[in-house]
């Protein structure tokens, strides 16, 4: 999608600080960090929240939640906290599916 912030990272067109990639994933560090580590791990493909997921495409959530786990030990994170936020009332501000990998000392409250 043309007008998606997270397609045109994907697609190169806006820069971001990659931190793992594969065919159908990408994950590269937050903007505007609200912990010691935090990452975005989107698919490559837009799908708006896990309320967009269509039947054939749970398979590559299953991918997103595996690289996740790929990104914490390539960050040798002790331990992590994984957070979707989904549609506007969910506090969801981008609307392509990410997952937010935080870690560290200082980890925001829910
Ligand atoms: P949401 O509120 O939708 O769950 O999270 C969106 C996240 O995207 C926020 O944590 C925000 O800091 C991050 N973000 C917004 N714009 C950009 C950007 O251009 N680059 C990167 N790396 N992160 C962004
Ligand atoms: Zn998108």
Same mark, same amino acid.
């Given at each position: 999608?043309?007008?998606c *912030?997270? #397609?045109?990272?994907?697609?190169? !067109?806006?820069? #971001?600080?990659?931190?793992?990639e594969?065919?159908?994933? +990408?994950?590269?560090?937050?903007?505007?960090? &609200?912990?010691?580590?935090?990452? %975005?791990?989107?698919? &490559?493909?837009?799908i708006?929240? =896990?309320?967009?997921?269509?039947?054939?495409?749970?398979? +590559?959530v299953?991918?997103? =939640?595996?690289?996740?786990? &790929?990104?914490? @030990? @390539?960050?040798? %994170?002790?331990?992590?906290?994984?957070?979707? !936020?989904?549609?506007? &009332?969910?506090?969801q501000?981008?609307?392509?599916?990410?997952?937010?990998? *935080?870690?560290?000392?200082? *980890?925001?409250g829910?």
């Amino acid at each position: 999608m043309t007008d998606c *912030l997270f #397609c045109n990272i994907v697609a190169g !067109n806006i820069p #971001c600080d990659t931190v793992y990639e594969d065919s159908e994933v +990408l994950a590269f560090r937050d903007i505007n960090p &609200k912990a010691d580590t935090h990452i %975005l791990v989107i698919p &490559k493909q837009h799908i708006v929240n =896990l309320a967009d997921v269509s039947e054939q495409q749970w398979p +590559l959530v299953g991918r997103v =939640l595996q690289s996740i786990n &790929k990104v914490a @030990q @390539q960050e040798s %994170l002790e331990g992590f906290r994984v957070i979707t !936020n989904n549609g506007e &009332k969910g506090g969801q501000e981008v609307f392509h599916m990410h997952w937010h990998v *935080l870690a560290g000392k200082n *980890l925001p409250g829910f």
